[in-house]
């Protein structure tokens, strides 16, 4: 590649989970500290950064499409990077097949994003797909000013191995960032504009660590020491593995205001021969049990969960499992997908794959249920008055946009601003979100 002029701005498009947004926000930072500036929407950035996510079907082809659209209107393109779980899985691959970019960077190695930018802009290019122990996260530049629902990963990588997951082996084995790094950082996002932290793991119940006084704790020492934090209104945490559910963490959401009443617990599947196939250690009594003990704890507990419809050798009435799971636990939300192999992992060759179509019917019936569920919850909470996190200003003049407890999107009208918690009543709901009004008696509570 030819050597050319140092970006001015930048793009950066993340995809998939909450992490790979966390991601995006700090890779964000970092071009920011360079003085490179967000390209202003609608126009073309100098550099576009492409944080990838390998769970979707045929992710890596989505990466190739996405860099032949950037090609500008003059037929010159941007200094391109692929970042994320698809880098790190076919990094070389992308470097052979795509001429176009200039640095691939795993999830793990994106601190040094600056630095192989500067090899890019000399024409150079560059692949880093190291996997070193949370070293990144000392390299990162402090937070600045953010919205009022941020994110904090606290814990990296699997050990579970489900056989359909790649994260074992794009994001590397389970650590645990330190308990003061973690403190820290929480502080300075709330003293930067957060109400709210989402911490943020493949595995974030898995977090452990060593307390400011030398104990070890678990994820709910970690909650339970930052809801001490003055200004931190809201803390939730995703994405949980049923196996481990603690009972101090259990405990917390029925003793700690600032836990929401919320809970992400993935089951995948209600079959156990198909729970034991993907190499999940609950069965579906387990689960459903585990879910009474929440429930026990936080009676007002919003449920939501992941599900793969398709996994190979899923028979008709192994589906129907699911199904029924499905009926009795009643999520607030949920997330449903198709089964599709990822390259390496011991369900792509695995026998029984399911044809295409038998996958679509299943899925179109499991997600009708869900989507019964959801608008049945929201209307379950209509005339509840709570808070709601105002975070971005709605399509009318006067209307809000925010947070409910329980992760429900709702919106009212009045004179507020982002970042406010307003006392609302929810008068009605839609399968997406709420319309409320804000009680005559409540005040910014900012």
Excluded at 378 to 392: A, S, Y
């Amino acid at each position: 590649m030819k050597p050319t002029t140092a970006p001015r701005t930048y793009r950066v498009k993340s995809f998939g989970c909450q992490m790979n947004v966390y991601d995006g926000e700090r890779m964000a930072e970092m071009l920011a500290t360079r003085g490179i500036k967000p390209a202003p929407e609608g126009e073309e950035a100098d550099l576009v950064v492409l944080n990838t996510c390998h769970i979707r079907e045929k992710a890596a082809e989505k990466v190739y499409s996405d860099i032949g659209r950037l090609q500008k209107a003059d037929g010159t393109k941007p200094l391109i990077a692929v970042a994320g779980c698809v880098a790190q899985a076919e990094g070389e691959e992308i470097m052979a097949r795509a001429p176009a970019v200039s640095m691939v960077v795993g999830p793990q190695a994106y601190h040094r994003l600056p630095e192989m930018l500067d090899k890019a802009v000399q024409g150079e290019r560059a692949t880093d797909t190291d996997m070193p122990a949370i070293a990144k996260f000392a390299a990162l530049p402090e937070r600045r000013k953010i919205g009022p629902a941020a994110f904090l990963t606290v814990q990296e990588g699997c050990d579970k191995f489900c056989t359909y997951c790649v994260v074992p082996y794009t994001r590397g084995a389970e650590i645990s960032r330190p308990y003061s790094d973690l403190v820290t950082e929480a502080r300075k996002l709330v003293e930067a504009g957060a109400r709210e932290i989402t911490l943020l793991g493949q595995n974030v119940s898995a977090w452990s660590g060593e307390n400011d006084r030398g104990h070890r704790v678990g994820l709910a020492g970690l909650i339970r020491d930052l809801a001490d934090l003055d200004g931190l209104a809201r803390i939730r945490y995703t994405t949980s593995h049923p196996a481990d559910m603690d009972d101090e963490l259990i405990a917390a959401h029925g003793e700690i205001d600032k836990l929401m009443p919320f809970l992400h617990l993935p089951v995948q599947a209600g079959s156990d021969r198909v729970l034991r196939a993907m190499n999940r250690s609950h069965t579906a009594e387990s689960y459903l049990k585990l879910l009474d003990r929440f429930r026990a704890a936080r009676p007002d507990l919003a449920l939501s969960g992941d599900f793969i419809v398709g996994f190979p050798g899923e028979t008709d009435a192994e589906f129907e499992e699911t199904l029924r799971l499905v009926d009795e636990v009643g999520y607030a939300q949920a997330f449903s997908f198709k089964y599709s192999p990822r390259p390496g992992t011991p369900a792509a060759s695995m026998d029984g794959q399911i044809a295409k179509e038998v996958m679509d019917e299943r899925l179109q019936r499991l997600q009708a249920a869900l989507n019964r569920d959801q608008l049945a919850f929201n209307q379950g909470t209509v005339g509840r008055t709570c808070e709601v996190l105002v975070e971005r200003k709605g399509k009318h003049p006067g209307q809000w946009l925010g947070k409910t407890p329980w992760l429900q999107s709702a919106w009212f009208d009045g004179d507020y601003a982002i970042g406010d918690l307003v006392e609302v009543e929810l008068l009605e709901a839609g399968p997406n979100s709420l319309r409320a009004s804000v009680r005559e008696s409540a005040l910014s509570l900012a």
